[in-house]
Structures are given as C-alpha cells and as structure tokens.
C-alpha cells in the first residue's frame, strides 16, 4: 500500500484537537476549508477539513475514512479558515466551537441545497416626487387613496404591501391606485432588513464633505488603494458625519475591485444604517445577522461566498463572512461591549476584524465618537492611526448639557421623585413650544447595591474599587472580584450618615409620574415589549421620527445612533447607575452611554439640551461627558486602569464555574484555582484573583463562581490556560462546567 491521502477534521465538539481520517480513494483532492461528514465513534458528525496531506502509512494507526464529501467548493475561503484557527488558540477553544460561529445555522447540518431569497411585493409610487402632492390633493373624495398615498409619499415612495394592510390600506384601495397607474407592485427578493418601509431617517445622500470629512476621506481612500494593512481610529464626535467617510472608503474599495466588511454591534438596533446601505449597494449588499431566519441568513451567505454580494454587513459574526478579496473592513461604535460573544466560542468580533484586517493587507476603520480605553491607547501610542474629526457636520454645536445633582434636589424638594425640576419644565418647555425629547432610563446598574443619600457614594469594596453587590437573603455585602465579605453596615462608611439606600428598583413609575407632571403630553415607550408588538425597534422609531409621540422613552437600546433630527432634549435618569456596577469598565460604559445618548441631541436645525440626572453628580465620568471631553475621560480613567493593573495596562482572563449545588461548585473553583496558581507561570508576572462567587451568584439553578486572571503579558496568560484547558479536557465533565473567558467584556 503506498501513500494516502489523509485529512485533518475539526469536529463540532468542545475537545481542541482534530481528528485525522483518509481520504476516500478516487475523489477529488481535498480542500481545506470543505465540509465532511465522519464517523466519530458510532456518531456520525459534520466536520471542516483544516489541513490535507499526502503520507506513508502507518501501521500503528488505524485510521478511518472521511464518509461524505458534503461540497466540492470549500465553505470557507482560506484566509477565514486562517482566522478560525488564529482565534481558537487565542482564545482557548476547540476549532469545532469557533466554526460554529464562523458558519451559518444551516451549515453545520449535512448537506442542505443552498436556498433562494424569499420574494415580497412592494408597493411603489409612479410619476415623478414632485408630483406626488398634487395628486393627492385631487383625491378629495377618495380619502382612502389619499392617505395611501400620503403614507407612500412619506416613505420616499416606496412600502411594503404588508406594512401597508398594517396602516389599514385596503387590496381595493391598492386596486383603485393600480387603475389610475399611479402605483406600481413589484414582487422583489426580500431585502434582509425591509428597509423599503423605513421612512428617510437620515436626511438624503450626501452632496459636499465638510473639511475634516474630506481630509479623513482623503486618507482612508489611500489606504485602500494602496492596500494598507494598518488600523484607522475613526474618532468624530456625535454627528460629525463618521458614515459619510467610511462609506466613501467602501466606495474605493469597491472601484477598486475588491470587497468590504462592515461590522455593527446590533443590526436590529440600527435600522437607519441598513436602510441606508441598502439603497446606496443595492444588490451588492448581502446582511448577516442573526435577526434572519436561517434560510435568508444562508441566502445572504452564499451570495458573499460567490461574490456576488460585494458588501457585507453584520453583526459581530459577520468578521468571518466568507469573502475572497477584502479590501476594508469598518467596526463601527468599536467600543460597543456587543462585540464580545458572552457565550461559547467567547470571541470579540473587533479584536479579530484587527487580525483579518492584517492578513488581508487592508485598512480596518474603527469609527467611535468614544472609542474603548484599549483603542484609543493603540492610536496615542501611535501603533494605530488616529483620524480626528471634532465637530458636527453644518457647524452645528454639540448639545448644551447639564447635571442634575440628585443629592441636592433631594434635599430641596425632600421626596424622592423620578423626574427633577429641571427637566420636569424642560418637558414643559416641549409640551408648549414643540419639540421632541428622548428619556433614557439606565437600567444596567440596578443591580442591588447600597448607596448613601448624603454623599452619593456606593458602598465598595476596600481593595477593589467596585461597589459591593448586596445579596438580601444573607444580609451581607460582597467583592465579586476578589472575594472580600461585610455585614451590610448600618451607616455610609464614608460620611457616617445613615441614608444608606438599596438602589435597584421602582423605575415602572416613570411614565405615570411623567404623565401627571406634564398633561398632554404625547409618550411612547421603547422597551422589549413594545419592540414585539410593533414589529421591531425600526417601527417605532420611524413612528417617532414622523412626530406621532413627543417622547420616547427607553433603556440603553435608544442610545445607540439614531440620527431624528426633531430631537431637541435628550433626559438621562440614573445616570450614575452604571457606576455602581461591580465591573471596573464601569466609568468607561458610563460615560460612552451618556456621550451616545446625549449626542441624539440637536442633530436638526435646533440647538440640543441634555440634563442628566444622578447621585454621583461629581463623578469624572460624568463631568467629562457633560463637557464632550474624550480625552480628560481617558486620561482619568488611565490613572485608575494603570494603578490597578486592568486593561489596557494589562490583559484579563476570567475562568468561570457553574455547578448546580454550591459546595461542589465552590470546591471545583478552588481547585481551579489551586491549579492555576501551581503553573510554573504564575507569580509575579500572572496574578490570580479569587475564587469569589460571581456577581450573579446564582443563575437558572446554577452557582457561579470566578478566578480571574491578570497579567501584562499576553503570552503567559494564553500558556497558562492552555494548561489548564488541557487538564480540565483530560478529565472530562463532572458535573460542573468550567468557562474559560479572553478578555472577557463582562465581569457578571
Ligand atoms: P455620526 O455617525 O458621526 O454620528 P452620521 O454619519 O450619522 O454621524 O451623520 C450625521 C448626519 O449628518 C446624518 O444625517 C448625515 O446624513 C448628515 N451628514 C453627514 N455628512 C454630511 C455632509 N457633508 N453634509 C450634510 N449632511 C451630512
Ligand atoms: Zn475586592
């Protein structure tokens, strides 16, 4: 028997090795990047071939055949396959968990035939805009066809039949417009995002860059011409028009005949981008999110793998899409902890949009208005380049901010009310002269912790600078970084006040409260049920941009960048309530969802008011975001990170247990970390925290404990919990589970 060929397999399984089996004889040479199927003890499983090679046998082996050749084409190109393996080892998982993020749902099952984009019908005006107006006027006995035509006209001409039987459009009234031809129904592919419903929320194309848009355009186009390989921070605060430039970067890119990669944190969340991408790529875009259904995901998939799709879109999966040619990548909002995946394979989509950005040889932009502590580090350090632009597009002037001092006004209005004086007659303010406010409700940070009313300070750890988590049933305040335990103090240690409050609840009250305050005036909420039953954040949203509501009020999700420019007052309740968190990015969240949110302010012709609201009035996250001061954010909260060895100083590893009984559980994380202290690594240069139960202690019936993992060499970190991989993966479950988290983003 001479030589055979032979293949080496990841399979979908948590083990980090891979699995070696011949090549059937007389089949086309493998391809690394193809799907098979093999036999895996009396299993049988879908796997990726990562390596092919010709080899003498050998005896001693006795090795079985790869059973099915699922495609002749690999799924995967060669550079993604790169990254698959580049990210398995970096962040310590088997390949097989990193390629379940890497392909689509409908890939990791045997052999399905690739599917066809689904179809919808689309509603379009005919004749030119500026006859739209006019027609409609002349149906003044046709008030049915009227208000279709209002609605159309409003959304540039173009709906989605469905989104119109939602507006109570009837298949007669359609019917009679059809008569007088001055609509049309198209039945196109479904667009992955249906942005043809989305009314204009971004205002039309843009015609002239501003200066700093057309020196920073002038850049990025070079560097896609002449394939720079390097990273661009794309720094420009709120509204200065950070689309506009990398969008123009995409357009070289394109012109140049290679592809582009643009990362969002959450599509869902910004419908306006889609839109917008939508109409300026057209058939050229392909989405991958996980909104999709599996069928369109894989739709969109495979046009990307044929090159037909020449932008990608996506969420932080998206960085494996199955591109031949990448000619620029863009993260967007890079500082968005969505990036990081919080379950296995526990990868940052950033981070590796960075390592395929190198083995592509093309610039990456990182565009951010406050951008993370690790980014802007790489661009003062000059390891990265830093693309600056300081004001918004127009000239218009960044929102006048002010800060609710919570301490104060408790004490002058002496009840705890939600909303305070001050934006109480800021809403009056819209009420009376129009006007259109967003309140922002922080709920991060309503974890339970103990706040003093008098000095506003949370009651934290000695050791850690984080606050305590209070856990009611034991009366006891505890560190979840490094384990410390206190009876919960009857007075503030720090002023010897007793105003010691239990922060954490009653923000239901709002809209009532905002309700009796201000009569009359029109409110709309945000929040995840709403979402469900007006079918997606883009509806309700558009719903506001059309004026139907003079506030809208919501968590977290109604920062992130949405452009309505009739928003003249941005209101920040509990704005402090991040601060408390047990997470030492605490400051850093604060303060980039308070720059975020109050950036949705004066984005129209208006001038913008923010008023912020909080305890810890005086805070310096808080103080920076009120004066648009990025820097002296960095800089404060640089001390800090440095002095107690956090990133960017250093690089963390947090190692998780879940057991379902809690002595076992704490055992298991003992010995844990018994283990990782007895590395030959650890000591000086690898210091390891805890076991300390983690801040949700106890998470659908399971205990939860942590280590966690410092050090300021990445190499001695990433050995280290190799080892410990390779011991716990000897030794097989049992009965708890061990989670081994890279730069993890979440501390919970
Ligand atoms: P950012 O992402 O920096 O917050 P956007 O890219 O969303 O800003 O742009 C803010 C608004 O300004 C958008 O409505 C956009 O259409 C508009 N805009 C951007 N560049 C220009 C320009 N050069 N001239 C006019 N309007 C612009
Ligand atoms: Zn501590």
Not at 366 to 382: N, W, Y
Not at 557 to 581: E, N, Q, R, Y
Not at 701 to 718: D, E
């Amino acid at each position: 028997m001479g030589a055979r060929r032979r293949v080496e397999v990841a399979v979908p399984l948590p083990v980090r090795r891979r699995f070696t089996y011949l090549w059937p004889e007389g089949a086309a040479p493998p391809l690394p990047g193809q799907r098979v199927v093999v036999p895996f003890g009396r299993r049988r499983l879908t796997g990726v071939i990562m390596r092919a090679e010709v080899k003498e046998p050998d005896p001693s082996l006795r090795l079985r055949e790869v059973e099915r050749i699922l495609e002749a084409e690999p799924s995967l190109p060669p550079v993604v396959l790169d990254l698959v393996r580049f990210a398995a080892d970096y962040y310590v998982v088997a390949e097989g968990e990193m390629l379940r993020a890497a392909l689509p749902a409908g890939l990791s099952a045997a052999g399905r035939e690739p599917a066809s984009i689904p179809r919808e019908d689309v509603v379009t005006l005919k004749a030119p805009p500026e006859m739209w107006e006019e027609r409609e006027a002349s149906l003044g006995r046709a008030p049915a066809q009227a208000a279709a035509l209002c609605l159309l006209r409003k959304a540039a001409g173009r709906m989605l039949r469905q989104d119109l039987r939602r507006e109570r459009v009837t298949a007669a009234t359609l019917r009679a417009l059809l008569a007088r031809d001055w609509i049309e129904i198209l039945h196109e592919p479904r667009q992955p995002h249906a942005p043809a419903s989305l009314p204009e929320l971004t205002g039309g194309a843009v015609k002239n860059l501003t200066g700093d848009q057309e020196i920073v355009t002038a850049r990025l186009v070079t560097a896609v011409e002449q394939r720079e390989g390097k990273t661009f921070l794309l720094q420009g605060v709120t509204g200065s028009g950070k689309t506009e430039v990398y969008l123009r970067a995409a357009a070289a890119a394109l012109k140049a005949g290679r592809q582009v990669l643009i990362l969002v944190p959450e599509i869902g969340l910004t419908p306006a981008l889609a839109s917008r991408l939508a109409r300026r790529f057209g058939d050229l875009l392909a989405v991958l999110h996980s909104g999709l259904s599996g069928t369109q995901r894989r739709a969109h998939w495979d046009r990307a793998r044929r090159g037909e799709a020449r932008v990608v879109l996506g969420a932080r999966s998206a960085v494996f899409a199955p591109l031949a040619d990448v000619g620029l990548i863009v993260v967007d909002e890079e500082h968005d902890s969505s990036y990081k995946q919080d379950e296995s394979p526990r990868y940052h989509g950033r981070d590796l949009a960075l390592v395929r950005g190198r083995a592509e040889q093309c610039p990456v932009v990182l565009a951010s208005a406050t951008p993370s502590m690790e980014s802007f580090q790489r661009a003062v350090q000059g390891k990265d380049t830093h693309l600056i632009m300081p004001r918004r597009v127009h000239a218009r002037p960044m929102p006048r901010f002010e800060i609710v001092d919570l301490r104060r006004e408790f004490r002058e209005v002496g009840r705890a009310n939600l909303v305070s004086r001050a934006l109480e007659s800021a809403l009056m303010d819209i009420r009376h002269h129009g006007g259109q406010a967003m309140l922002l409700l922080n709920r991060r940070g309503w974890a339970s912790f103990l706040l003093c009313r008098a000095c506003g300070d949370p009651v934290s750890c000695p050791s850690c600078s984080v606050s305590l988590t209070l856990h009611k049933d034991r009366r006891r305040l505890a560190c979840h970084y490094c384990g410390h335990e206190e009876r919960v103090p009857p007075r503030c240690p720090c002023c010897d006040h007793e105003a010691l409050q239990e922060m954490g609840a009653g923000t239901e009250r709002l809209e009532d409260e905002l309700a009796t305050l201000v009569p009359g005036l029109r409110i709309m909420r945000m929040d995840a049920d709403a979402v469900r039953r007006a079918g997606g954040h883009a509806a309700i949203l558009s719903r506001f941009a059309k004026g139907e509501a003079d506030v809208l009020l919501g968590t977290q999700m109604i920062a992130k960048g949405h452009d309505i420019p009739g928003v003249t007052l941005v209101g920040i309740l509990g704005g402090d309530a991040a601060l408390s968190f047990p997470d030492f990015r605490a400051a850093e969240w604060t303060f980039q969802l308070v720059s975020q949110a109050a950036g949705r302010a004066g984005r129209g012709r208006e001038p913008g008011r923010v008023i912020l609201q909080a305890f810890r009035a005086d805070h310096y996250a808080l103080l920076r975001a009120r004066d648009h001061d990025y820097a002296g954010f960095y800089a404060d909260e640089d001390r800090f990170r440095r002095a107690l060895l956090y990133p960017p100083h250093a690089v963390l590893a947090a190692v998780r247990v879940r057991h379902r009984r809690f002595d076992a559980g704490e055992k298991l994380a003992m010995h844990l970390g018994d283990l990782l202290r007895a590395d030959p690594d650890a000591g000086e240069h690898l210091r390891i925290l805890g076991p300390a139960p983690a801040p949700l202690a106890r998470l659908r019936g399971y205990y939860r404990f942590h280590l966690l993992l410092k050090s300021r060499r990445r190499r001695r970190l990433t050995a280290v919990l190799r080892r410990l991989a390779d011991q716990l993966e000897k030794k097989g479950r049992q009965g708890g589970h061990v989670i081994i988290d890279v730069d993890p983003v979440s501390l919970m």
